[in-house]
């Protein structure tokens, strides 16, 4: 992602959407910058994550762990803060925008015309058989969706249905591309399309959605 598409990424709404004032909205989330420390924090965090549903210690490592994670969340609870303010969701350079609660997706291309991520799952998506669960293709696909509206310029809008077709199966570890496109616009909807493709370019999984524009005062 070059630096342009970055600060394009994190545009205030209302340059890429003349009506955000006239419909639900968003509050307006600007950029962050945390500093470095947030993205050695996400890495560790990401990894720590990955160990939690793959190591088998003894009892004692486990009650140190326990003691350890304890201690961290005593550092961090006093900094609780509400939606937009922490810069979790914020950071486009970083993995998955800086949320550990999106799979690590990098952005490589986002036009009108559609978005590109690249993604790689790792044992804390397994679902089974070292297999990504499917349950985390939907969260990645709808955080594809809500990038192609947003790309589009079209109105903040929300998901109203969205459809997983599962190709293959999607493999851990492994560099993978995802792509995202508006198929046709009606008024306040959007229908969206998105695919999963392995480095062979091999489907593994695609879906279709519903995107609509929030009306005047709708969450």
């Given at each position: 992602?070059?630096e342009r598409e970055?600060?394009d990424?994190g545009?205030d709404?209302r340059?890429?959407?003349?009506?955000?004032?006239?419909h639900?909205?968003?509050?307006?989330?600007?950029p962050?910058?945390?500093g470095?420390?947030?993205?050695?924090f996400l890495a560790?965090?990401?990894?720590?994550q990955?160990?939690?549903v793959?190591v088998?210690p003894?009892?004692d490592?486990w009650?140190?762990?326990?003691?350890?994670?304890?201690?961290?969340?005593?550092?961090l609870?006093p900094f609780v803060?509400g939606?937009?303010?922490?810069?979790?969701?914020?950071?486009?350079?970083?993995?998955?925008?800086?949320?550990l609660?999106?799979?690590?997706?990098?952005?490589s291309?986002?036009?009108?015309?559609g978005v590109?991520?690249?993604?790689?799952?790792?044992?804390?998506?397994?679902?089974?058989?070292?297999?990504?669960?499917?349950?985390?293709?939907?969260?990645?696909?709808?955080?594809?969706?809500?990038?192609?509206?947003?790309?589009?310029?079209?109105?903040i809008?929300?998901?109203?249905?969205l459809?997983?077709?599962?190709?293959?199966?999607?493999?851990?570890?492994?560099?993978?591309?995802a792509?995202?496109?508006i198929?046709?616009?009606d008024?306040?909807?959007?229908?969206v399309?998105?695919e999963l493709?392995?480095?062979e370019?091999?489907?593994?999984a695609?879906?279709?959605?519903?995107m609509?524009?929030?009306?005047?005062g709708q969450?």
């Amino acid at each position: 992602m070059t630096e342009r598409e970055v600060s394009d990424y994190g545009l205030d709404p209302r340059r890429v959407d003349p009506n955000y004032d006239r419909h639900g909205g968003f509050p307006v989330f600007e950029p962050a910058d945390p500093g470095p420390g947030f993205g050695r924090f996400l890495a560790a965090m990401r990894r720590a994550q990955d160990l939690a549903v793959s190591v088998n210690p003894d009892r004692d490592t486990w009650s140190e762990a326990a003691d350890r994670v304890e201690g961290l969340v005593e550092l961090l609870d006093p900094f609780v803060a509400g939606e937009g303010v922490g810069p979790a969701s914020r950071v486009p350079s970083l993995p998955g925008a800086g949320s550990l609660l999106m799979p690590p997706w990098t952005v490589s291309s986002f036009e009108p015309d559609g978005v590109e991520l690249q993604v790689e799952f790792s044992r804390f998506h397994v679902g089974g058989n070292y297999a990504v669960h499917g349950g985390v293709l939907p969260l990645l696909f709808d955080s594809v969706f809500g990038m192609v509206i947003r790309a589009a310029g079209r109105p903040i809008s929300r998901t109203a249905f969205l459809h997983v077709e599962y190709r293959k199966v999607t493999p851990i570890d492994t560099k993978l591309s995802a792509r995202g496109w508006i198929r046709e616009a009606d008024g306040r909807k959007a229908f969206v399309n998105a695919e999963l493709r392995d480095p062979e370019g091999s489907l593994l999984a695609d879906a279709n959605g519903l995107m609509i524009r929030l009306l005047p005062g709708q969450p």
